[in-house]
């Protein structure tokens, strides 16, 4: 990455231009989109993306709030369905289910058909239980120096949060045997012991994934969650808000 750096890498917006060869879009559509991490972003009026990267808005929710569906989308999906290969009758533990890619992972292993554990604070507690989590807990316990959580072990445990690297580890003991511990955050321990795989999740962008959340969107299965509607002009307040962990799911920013 280059200094000045335009960040954002959730973008929602209309085609405005086609570069040399790109086929298959037209001018007007609007799309949403994964960016590279290492190009310019979507903090901005204009923003040169990837073809292969978009995928057409869903038209059921307000062209701006799209843009809160790709990363968190396309993370839960990636974690539960290409590493933990999640299946009906399972059960999953999520460890920050309150944030934004957490409020996708609920919905979409309680469409799979998975029972569903939420670890989130309570005042998130009533909008999982809508998105569909069979059990909210607002901390996972600690006895003698071991985590509990009723109804463990889990078959699957994605985690969400900044932990250390002795807690994500810990997270292994709510994994029954052959089971999965997955995080987005510090990596998990590589051989826990008991079968239990582990993986970091690192999101890709894949358009087809992508163009799949957006139909769930359309067809009401899928509820994009926007915690807050501001100006591209705030965005270093947000910024410092995020670093001081004041954001309470995603803020949606569309130039003045």
């Known amino acids: 990455m280059r200094f000045p750096h335009i960040p954002g890498i959730d973008v929602a917006g209309t085609i405005a231009e086609l570069g040399d060869g790109v086929e298959g879009w037209q001018t007007g559509t609007e799309v949403v989109a994964f960016l590279p991490m290492d190009t310019s972003g979507a903090a901005a009026d204009y923003v040169l993306a990837p073809a292969n990267?978009?995928?057409?808005?869903?038209?059921?929710?307000?062209?701006?709030?799209?843009?809160?569906?790709p990363v968190g989308g396309l993370t839960a999906w990636q974690a539960l369905f290409d590493h933990a290969e999640l299946r009906a009758g399972q059960t999953v533990l999520i460890n920050g289910a309150g944030g934004a890619v957490g409020g996708f992972a609920v919905q979409l292993?309680?469409?799979?058909?998975?029972?569903?554990t939420a670890v989130a604070s309570e005042r998130h507690a009533e909008r999982l239980r809508a998105d569909g989590a069979d059990k909210v807990v607002g901390h996972l316990d600690h006895q003698a120096s071991?985590?509990?959580?009723?109804?463990?072990?889990?078959?699957?445990?994605?985690?969400?949060?900044?932990?250390?690297?002795?807690?994500?580890?810990a997270l292994a003991e709510l994994v029954r045997d052959g089971g999965v511990l997955l995080s987005t955050t510090t990596a998990p321990p590589e051989n826990p012991g008991r079968d239990i795989r582990t993986a970091s999740v690192f999101l890709l962008s894949k358009a087809d994934q992508l163009a799949e959340l957006v139909t769930r969107v359309d067809r009401g299965e899928l509820r994009i969650n926007v915690a807050a509607r501001r100006p591209l002009t705030e965005l270093a307040a947000i910024h410092d808000a995020a670093v001081a962990g004041d954001l309470a799911g995603k803020t949606v920013l569309t130039p003045a």
């Not at 995928?55 to 809160?68: G, I, K, W, Y």
């Not at 985590?147 to 580890?169: C, H, I, K, M, Y």
Request: proline residues 4%.
């Open 53 to 69: 990267a978009l995928a057409v808005a869903p038209r059921t929710v307000e062209l701006a709030d799209a843009a809160a569906l």
């Open 146 to 169: 071991a985590l509990t959580v009723a109804g463990q072990p889990f078959d699957v445990v994605l985690n969400l949060v900044r932990t250390s690297e002795a807690d994500t580890a």
């Open 109 to 116: 292993a309680h469409q799979q058909g998975a029972h569903v």
